[in-house]
């Protein structure tokens, strides 16, 4: 049935985003829905397949989500914003953000994920250098700023703050390394200065 699908990949993603995908069992998700495990097997004969599946339509969801936020926040710093608010409610809920958890365990996944892996942060990135041109065009970003290095300084604020806010139990943590780098990028310094090589006495 359509539902039993969807609750097993809803389960089976909080489970990923907590335990881990080597840390969690057929016999797990049976317990948390209450199920049998061959009636996993029928919706999903293997755990390769469950996961092939969660990450599919998870993906179809953050694109979505992607583009919803164009359309809802028309200024560039305040559409960041709320893609980093993204990782802070999952990090509420206790769960570390998919792509960051799975990188985490690459070697323990299913070969013909890692090339999806490496597409899902390469989205990421994508976007957040589409949103970083943007802003320079529009003036409200630095026009000193180059778009990818930023993108992956945010990313990486995001990613690696979601770890930090996962340790410490603090999920602001995660949203102070972003407006830290938010900073950076909002912050005018002429090239001049930048870039002037060092006098000689």
Excluded at 39 to 48: A, L, N, R, V
Excluded at 111 to 129: A, C, K, N, T
């Amino acid at each position: 049935m359509p539902e039993t699908r969807a609750r097993l990949l809803a389960e089976a993603e909080v489970l990923l985003r907590t335990r881990g995908y080597a840390a969690f069992s057929y016999a797990d998700l049976a317990e948390r829905i209450a199920i049998r495990k061959a009636s996993i097997h029928h919706h999903f004969p293997t755990k390769e397949a469950l996961l092939a599946a969660l990450v599919d339509e998870y993906l179809a969801k953050f694109i979505a989500t992607l583009a919803g936020l164009a359309t809802t926040q028309p200024d560039v710093r305040e559409r960041l914003r709320a893609y980093a608010r993204l990782f802070f409610e999952g990090i509420e809920r206790g769960l570390l953000p998919l792509c960051g958890a799975l990188s985490a365990e690459r070697d323990a996944l299913p070969d013909g994920m890692r090339p999806v892996l490496q597409r899902f942060f390469q989205l990421h990135l994508d976007w957040l250098v589409e949103q970083i041109e943007a802003g320079i065009a529009a003036g409200t970003l630095s026009p000193q700023v180059e778009p990818l290095e930023a993108a992956h300084l945010l990313l990486g604020a995001l990613e690696g703050g979601s770890f930090v806010a996962w340790a410490l139990d603090d999920p602001a943590t995660m949203l102070r390394a972003f407006d830290s780098a938010m900073q950076t990028l909002e912050r005018t310094t002429p090239a001049s200065r930048r870039h002037s090589p060092r006098r000689s006495s």
